[in-house]
């Protein structure tokens, strides 16, 4: 069955990957990004995620069936910046979707959270991110000593939170919206190529994101998309709030007894 699917983050890496293998698939993608894609539109502030969904809602007037957020950005940007687009942006298209996807048989959405959500977060940036007060968790965001680096991990644990939370709400679980997410470990992308280019990256990252498979020190978009695409076009509705940790056993090495 052909789905409508929007992809946010669509012109480049993970989320252009999964607009390759969906369309691949039969689907209908709506593309948003700031550039070369259906529709532009800048999910870093208010304006622009209303804008996003309005365009939406004119080129998909009897629904959606998915929704993939994979827009995303890190550092050098400020750490308001990165939870703007990261936190606020992805859980604004969400939410701003949901309506759509409400019109969908099988609607599906999918979040692109990190393993970073998993390490140097800053816990009372993550609650000021949950309390849905962007102005506060912005201001918080560059004045509460985080680091940029935990600026990023904040975002995605602040996502996650989300995601488990909203899952089981009436808006989502409870109106069949089936919600989930993956959770990348290190992937070449424009996002990290420069990083990964340099042995000094490349090593500083095996040590920060261990990878157990023999002779792989990072994913391929590709192998993200096959599992992005999947969660955004599952026939079966059993699966709801689940985060899949796409990271060569990343996710293992730091927290192995949790199941
Ligand atoms: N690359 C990695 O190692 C890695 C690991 C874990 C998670 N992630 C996450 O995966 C997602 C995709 O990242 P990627 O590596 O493919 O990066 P990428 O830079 O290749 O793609 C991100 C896309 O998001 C778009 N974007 C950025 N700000 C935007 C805004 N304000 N409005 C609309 N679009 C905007 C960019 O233009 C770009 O096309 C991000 O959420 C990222 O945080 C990446």
Redesign the pocket.
């Known amino acids: 069955m052909t789905r409508t699917i929007v992809v ?2 669509a ?5 252009r990957a999964t607009v390759e293998e969906l369309t691949a698939a039969g689907h209908r993608v709506i593309g ?4 070369d894609v259906e529709v532009i ?4 502030t208010p304006a ?1 995620r209303s804008a996003m969904a309005d365009s939406v809602a004119r080129l998909a007037p009897d629904g959606i069936d998915g929704v993939v957020a ?5 550092v050098p940007l400020p750490p308001s910046k990165i939870i703007a ?2 936190y606020f ?1 992805a859980v604004a298209t969400f939410e701003l979707l949901r309506p759509l996807l409400l019109r969908s048989a099988t609607p599906c959405a999918v979040a ?5 959500a998993l390490m140097d977060y800053d816990d009372a940036l993550v609650e000021a991110c949950l309390s849905g007060d962007e102005a506060a968790a912005q201001a918080m965001a560059d004045t509460h000593g985080a680091t940029e680096a935990t600026g990023y991990a904040s975002s995605k644990q602040a996502l996650a939170r989300w995601l488990r939370r909203a899952a089981v709400s009436k808006e989502w679980g409870g109106s069949g919206l089936l919600l989930n997410g993956v959770g ?4 070449l ?4 190529e420069d990083f990964l280019s340099t042995p000094e990256g490349r090593a500083m990252l095996a040590k920060a994101t261990p990878i157990a498979l023999p002779g792989r020190a990072y994913g391929e ?1 590709s192998e993200l998309a096959e599992i992005i695409a999947f969660l955004a076009t599952l026939r079966g509705r059993y699966l709801l709030g689940q985060i899949i940790f796409v990271d060569g056993g990343t996710e293992l090495f730091f927290r192995p007894d949790l199941i």
């Open positions: 946010t983050g012109a480049s890496g993970m989320g948003v990004d700031l550039r539109a800048d999910l870093s622009g994979a827009a995303g950005v890190t687009v990261n942006g692109v959270i990190s393993t970073a990348p470990g290190s992937v992308t424009p996002m990290t978009a």
